[in-house]
């Protein structure tokens, strides 16, 4: 009987060893899958707006790393989206980095202005001395999907009066004067616009927003996770966060079309 337990929980322990060498392996796998990603990111975009050498008439590739070059050509790729956007006729939104200001613009227009109070930017989009980004820049994004804590045209419901006689104006509250304003469009580039409410409204706002997060986050990791266990490299999403203020981040989410279209600049 001894020999028997001596052998149990010694299989137990063996187990036990096997399944945290397992994990760690597995642990170790989707760390080093998910370090790839922006390198694949990287390449996907230097195949699509990296330089190609015309034979006939060869550039000096040393160019490319010229500061003065560089910073001419970022302010044209950003002339170069707005231009563009402007021929839509429809409203669309510029992100000024070095102004700090968010602009909605239509035809070259500003229509409204709001301050960036705060921003972070993903390593691969604040990389200001990249061809490859800068030339990606030169094309306005387009919005191919929004998540979003308020309703994008809010629903009023009205009872119809019977005549005339009966009719009373009155004055529906919209509710997101009431939940905290947080959205996220992703970009048909894959680059994700994050646009918080600078400051709290109710002491509730800051729990709102980390289950906000949340619920986005776990998505992302469960696409990740899936694109890991069948061994291919998951997709990585360059990203913008933005905090303004709360009316501001409201106007500019519900005038924005569905598809609607972003220039930055860095």
Known sequence: METEK??????RKYKIIVWIVIVLCFLIYYSIMTLLAPAKKYKELKNIYGFRQDEKK??????????TYLSLLKEKSFLQSKVAMAESDSIYLTIDMPDSTVNLEINGVVVHKADIKK?????????????????????????????????????????????????KPDI?????????????????????????QEGKLRSGDGIRLFIFNLRYRLINAGNTFLRVVTFRVPDYQPFIKLRIPR????????????????????
């Open 58 to 67: 060869p550039v000096d590739e040393r160019i490319f790393t010229d500061s």
């Open 119 to 167: 921003m972070k930017v993903s390593r691969m989009l604040s990389a200001k001395n990249d061809y490859v980004i800068l030339s990606m820049l030169s094309n306005p994004f387009t919005i191919s999907k929004s998540i979003a804590s308020i309703e994008k045209e809010p629903l009023m419901i009205r009872m119809a009066p019977k005549d005339t006689s009966e009719f």
């Open 247 to 266: 009316t501001d981040a409201k106007i500019i989410y519900r005038a924005l079309p569905e598809q609607g279209q972003v220039a930055v600049y860095f």
């Open 172 to 196: 529906i509250p919209d509710t997101a004067d009431y939940e905290p304003v947080n959205y996220i469009l992703e970009m048909d580039n894959g680059t994700r616009l994050f646009i918080y």
């Open 6 to 11: 001596e052998y149990t929980s010694a299989d």
